[in-house]
DNA sequence: TAAATAGTGTCTGTTAGACACTATTTT
DNA sequence: AAAATAGTGTCTAACAGACACTATTTA
């Protein structure tokens, strides 16, 4: 039997979904509809049923907020977060996903949110702001350097320190294995995946040594024979991912830009 | 409020405590004294106090089973584990550990452990042994190829599992922070750094070599100016760990040998 | 034709791996 | 001196970054 001074806490799963939009790195919110935090934007997610494992519980969550299939993009464990000030209704364990999706249709509300929507993670709600003035979508300019996530953001919980994790974890994990791919569709281009790991780490990449790169990476790329048709352009060969899980050698990040 | 419909969970930290000493990559076990698994050999832990976050929990464990200070070593989040039929007793949640260590003296006995020692994370107790055969210490040969984490073993609950993550991750995370510092007493030779990759990787590494790249690469390693007294050969500068947090570029972990 | 994007080749500097060689100790 | 371990230098192959150049499309 368990000891009896233990006191067991609430379990739930929250979700980071980044996807790449307007080239722009954006995350899914949902706006609160019941308290705490009612009306502040949140990161998606909800408790653990009695019956699931927590994978199960982050996949369904994903399918119920994005209608995001299970084999589509790239889904994983980021950490666990039970602080015991993180929620004003006593000590709750949160274990957050990161999740990465290719560019999707307008996200579906959930059960317990009022809206959601895509932010740019440059760009993150105040305290304070309704967070509407952008209207449905993301705003196409970012303030930022292109790589900082907002510190003092109006988001509920702690949910801005894991979504400060979760994009890290991103920006580090498209360096040694090919998971960017996950935020193409099936068939994409070179110039699509360089695009992902421009935006992701907020620098320029060399089109031609990155080609290169790419494609001399054994298991990163499969062509598929079949080419895009472009408007002013040669065309581009369309790929798949490869079945290599970690890319040797690892894609190299450059140096922050000064801009 | 919550909805009531939410069952909480039972909330623990357990501890994988990696060491290296004679040779081998070591982890510490205990062997349970209460059931379930009463009699098996487990990862230490416990579970988390009301008033405490999962960080303190992760501390006091390590502590009180091994008596390690904060400072010492190397303790970071694993991964968190909570699948259904992980504990007869009903679901508990799990957010395990990662700590490395130097080589250090006998663990101390915990709380609810009858009895506790190192093992050969290559000869992890299979079920149906009762594990004494070692003695109290570690048998010099490891069966294995220097790699492996044993697959069926007798360990509880599912800690094998949990094992084999924080090895992995070790094993992993050495390649590009400084962390295989954490196994070396606070000041070492540059050859007691390389045996502890040779072991964590279980390959062999070129003694030159591998001096070039750690005094090269920035904020690695300190000289303190000192050096060893060995018998039979040029005594050996001593260093202490530099401030990097990132090694750049990172250290090469060469193929598995073939043997 | 020009403009635009895709893709290849070439040069150079850095670094990893192999290994000859020197340096400093104990026996 | 011999043995042992520490540490440096040198050569070569692989690879990243810079960038000239060719290829294939639309307007």
Known sequence: MLPAEIVPVPLAVDLVVLTVRDDTLCVLLVRRGIEPFAGRWALPGGFVRPDEDL???????????TGLARSTGHLEQLATYADLDRDPRGRVATVAYLALAPDLPVPVAGTDAAASRWWAVTDIPRAGSDGDSGANGTDGGTGGDGRAVGG?????????????DGVERARSKIEYSPVATAFCPPEFTVAQLRRIYEIVWGTRLDPRNFHRKVTRTAGFLVPTGRTTTRDGGRPAE???????????????RPEPEDR
């Not at 109006?154 to 894991?162: N, S, Y």
């Not at 369309?238 to 190299?252: C, E, I, Q, S, V």
């Open 55 to 65: 994978d199960a519980a982050a996949v369904r969550e994903l399918r119920e907020e």
């Open 238 to 252: 369309l790929f798949t991912r490869g079945d290599a899980r970690l890319l040797h050698p690892a894609m190299l």
């Open 152 to 164: 003092m953001t109006g988001l509920a919980f702690d949910h801005a320190r894991i979504l400060a």
